[in-house]
């Protein structure tokens, strides 16, 4: 996400004077109900686990998800960029190539030859 668009999320907020209401335990239940509007897009789904033709209703979604991350993330004072690469960092050591390539196993789960 480049910082002009985070910059026009943050605008849109303060704008409207809604910073005040936007504290991390609010905002970590709206990322979560969010979260489940874009889970509900594949309820029911069957076979169609990629629901192609919903794809404007997740992109909705998604949207909402990210938007309170990006208002949480300003809140509790973090840098989106630098709180991702920590934890891709982790993430690696986590999930190394040669134990974790091809495998669904989490990372405690994971044995040489996977």
Request: proline share 2%.
């Amino acid at each position: 996400m480049t910082e002009e668009t985070i910059r026009q999320i943050l605008a849109f907020r303060d704008k409207r004077d809604w910073k005040q209401f936007h504290n991390p335990k609010d905002l970590a239940i709206s990322i979560c109900l969010e979260a489940a509007e874009l889970l509900e897009v594949f309820q029911w789904s069957a076979e169609d686990v990629n629901c192609t033709e919903k794809t404007d209703k997740i992109k909705e979604e998604l949207a909402d998800v990210l938007i309170y991350c990006v208002m949480m993330a300003d809140t509790c004072g973090l840098d989106l960029d630098e709180i991702v690469r920590e934890k891709m960092r982790k993430n690696g050591e986590k999930y190394p190539v040669e134990l974790s390539r091809g495998s669904k196993e989490k990372y405690d789960e994971l044995k040489e030859g996977n």
